[in-house]
């Protein structure tokens, strides 16, 4: 009892005591943002492009950031972010869909430091989410890729059939078949986001297998490596890997949390902070299609405008009707899915010739 | 049948890391020093070998320095443990995550750099010969080279005094000392030696199978390397054997998801390691034949004065 109460005077004076610093803050110097990256920063992908909007804080905003990366999602995690709430950071941003869990816990127990959490789903008074819409990039790399592919066999590496990958999956499927119906895709699940010599290897088992096109969600450039090694065409995942297959690179979807995590920064800054959930795609800048490469300009034209009627809201991926493989009608004519949808989807759309791992 | 040729091709190019720090590893543990820092000198060879290979241009001068480098943590390890006699798991353990942390400190710089891959041998009229060209002369020369290193260190451990030697201070040492073999001096030689072949594979890791610096990128592979020396109950030519069966069923499951065999994949991912699994119980079951084989002064430290 008296323990308990102690802890709540102790959490009261905390808030009373942030309260105070807070009001007369405003000023984006006392502002201190933390971060927690599931993979080392060095990975050239999913973390390295949280880095970059880390960096971009405090370009921009002076603002004194800090991180932790490759936390692991469980327990470790908890402790990490506590850590950082405990030494005064304002805005602490948990980039992994693992970290939900210790992120809602932590967040309940700190009250006055405001938590983001990439790709979840739980939110509360000082806990907002955020994503970036992947799938609309991927739509545009499916119709550059049914234009592009003379064998018609696509080759996907994935990572684990959650639906963010399997959304991705459907999505660039519609894109191919927009623009060629004959388009086969052949799917491998390497079952890591990260380990370059087995992304590489199922890269090299699907070219063998007759893949002239490479599309990646793993996070490492081997599979777009190989593709450049072998002579294919591929993506980018997460940010521009033209670098590494400047013959072999169609475009890249690039994750761009700059202007998002500026944005928010400032907000704790100014007072205007304030719990939400973002969903962003092209049209926000979340999500970036790098340079079109190493395509004919007729192709660019048509991937150009699909990116933009994308962006402007005239045109939605999942626009039904969509069938699931079992022949089901999942979205009707004219409509388009809902978000519910898009974020548990757990089906492949009709005329995907595999079956999903459950 | 086409697909069996560059099929074969990358089961190759994915058993040559492991072969490569295994063929190290094997020899040092012969001599009686287990290091577990396989994976860190595999990491650090790897951004050497990359770092030198970016800046200079020159893969030749990158491999040398990935051996030099693998060398260099090997002698860490090597002066804690032989010289002062510190616990040789706890420094292994140690040396793998002090290189983790050190090859990203050091390979931040060269993230997101490209390079050539390493140039594959190429006989003009032979390598292109059908199927037997590409597997045969169509690799680049550390796939040679692993395979000349497992054949010479079975050379060496079955046929030279000097392996016999070696084997004699594993197996030894108080016998080895009395004899007036130098324990200390041959267990330093045998686990630069295994540095040195770590430093080796982690470089083809980052010049020819994804050349490439990225962090971690062995991810496990240093370990499996370790797990192969026991599962071939330290024999050159079982642990041939092995580095490619562990490379067939790696790739193996990738080529059947890809021809669209249902297996779940992760039971797939899950075969290797069951495959050692089930190796060793059979193994171990025959209790003569392990102790015949294992060193048998493995993991302890010596102390000449007594």
Known sequence: MNASFMKRTIAAVAAVGALATGMGAAQAEDVKVGFVYVGPIGDHGWSYRHDIGRQAIEAELGAETSYVESVPEGADAERVIRQMAQTGHNLIFTTSFGYMNPTEKVAKQFPNVKFEHATGYKRADNLSTYAARFYEGRYVAGVIAGKMTKSNIVGYVGSFPIPEVVR???????????????????????????????????????????????????DSPAPLQVAENRGVLGFGQASDMIK??????????????????????????????ESMDTWGGINTGMVELAPYTNMPDDVKALAEETAAKIASG???????????????????????????MLLGMDWYIKGIDAELPK | MEWLVPFILTVITASTPLLLAASGELVTEKSGVLNLGVEGMMLVGAIAGFAVTASSGSAILGILAAVVAGVLMSLIFAFLTLSLMANQVATGLALTIFGIGFSALVGSKFVGFAIDPLPALSIPGISAIPVIGPILF??????????AVVIGVGWFLAKSRAGLVLKAVGDSHHSAHAIGYSVIKIRYLATM?????????????????????????????????????????????????????????SVMQLHAQGAGIHVPSQFMSMLPYLATVIVLVIISSDRAKIRLNAPACIGQAFRPAQ
């Open chain 1, 168 to 218: 991705g999956i459907n999505s660039f499927m519609m894109g191919a078949w927009s623009v060629n119906p004959d388009v086969k895709v052949k799917i491998v699940w390497a079952n890591t986001w990260y380990d370059p010599g087995k992304e590489g290897d199922a890269a090299k088992a699907l070219i063998d297998q007759g893949a002239d096109i490479m599309v990646q969600h793993t």
């Open chain 1, 244 to 273: 590494f297959a400047p013959k072999a690179q169609l475009t890249a979807i690039v994750d761009n949390w700059d202007s998002y995590y500026v944005a928010r920064a400032k907000a704790v800054a100014d007072g205007t902070w």
């Open chain 1, 314 to 340: 005239e045109f939605h991926p999942f626009t039904g009707p969509i069938y699931d493989q079992a022949g089901e009608l999942r979205v009707k004519e004219g409509e388009v899915a809902d978000d519910g």
């Open chain 2, 138 to 147: 169509g690799q680049d020369f550390l796939v040679y080279l692993s395979i």
């Open chain 2, 193 to 249: 030696f295994g540095g040195a072949m770590a430093g080796l594979g982690g470089a083809y890791l980052s010049l020819s199978y994804t050349p490439m610096w990225a962090e971690n990128m062995t991810a496990g592979r240093g370990w499996i390397a370790l797990a192969l020396v026991v599962f071939a109950t330290w024999r050159p030519g079982r642990l041939l054997a092995g580095a490619y069966m562990f490379g067939l069923i």
